[in-house]
């Protein structure tokens, strides 16, 4: 019987994983079957549990379940443990276990599609809200120079950063928290947008002199062009979305569950060129 696996979120009518996931199948020849599941805001549990008792292998987790994934989830692996947030189900023999693939693929995006190496660079993380807790572990242990995490809200990039602090993996001497107001005066190579802002066309209060010479921007929503992307071109600066990330993330999930790793390059390119159609 050919492996069942889908997404699973509210809304999900949107989301690019099926797709991703039957082109990765189809370059590794793996026999699986990838939908989706749109489950009630009251009923993740309920619906990830029909899902495994009718055979399903595994399921990616989206918005707004994330939390409640980590929760489900009776062994948690790896990054998911620090990050709270779980986007990625395996049901092994008894267990649901559950991963986090964001932070992996926001770094694999960044090194080695963009090549921007993130060792010994200056790094602003803009959000403190789960995107933010999801991709903190895997960027530090890249060993930037320094990363600051700057939110509208202060007291939750403080809480974010001494969360990250106590945890041996993340030891960094340059990591602190800031408001947006006292970015002034400062330069980033790597400039990452962890929050929901562009969803609605609008970015954080961001100073002028922000990206220093070379730097790249980098806006995790993709699909759609958002206002701090246009400030990074309006200024000369490289920029890119997040459909890599996307990719990345599926590619290590999909790993995850089959033990191969598909090739990305190809798929990011045909979604690009679908977006543009
Ligand atoms: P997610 O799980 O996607 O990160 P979230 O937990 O709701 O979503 O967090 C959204 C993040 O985007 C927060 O850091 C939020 O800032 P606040 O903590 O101050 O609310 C940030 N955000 C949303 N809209 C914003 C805007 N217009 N300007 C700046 N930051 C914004």
Known sequence: MTDQYAVIGNPVAHSLSPQIHAQFARAT?????????????????????????????GLNVTLPFKHEAWRVAGVRSGFALAAGAVNTLSFEGGSIVGHNTDGIGLVRDLTQNLRAGIRGKRVLLMGAGGASYGVMEPLLREQPESVVVANRTLEKAVELVGYFEKLQSCALQGFSARAYGALAGTQYD??????????????????????????????????????????????GARFADGLGMLVEQAAESFDIWRGVRPETAPVIRALRQKAEE
Do not use: C, H, W
């Open 190 to 235: 790597i400039v990452i947008n962890a929050t929901s802002a562009g969803l609605e066309g609008a970015m954080p209060p961001l100073p002028e002199e922000i990206l220093a010479p070379g730097a790249l921007a980098y806006d995790m929503v993709y699909a759609r062009r958002t206002p701090f992307l246009d400030f990074a071109q309006a200024r």
């Open 29 to 57: 020849g793996q026999d699986l079957a990838y939908g989706r599941i749109l489950a009630p805001r009251e009923g993740f549990r309920d619906a990830v549990l029909a899902f495994r008792a009718a055979g399903g292998k």
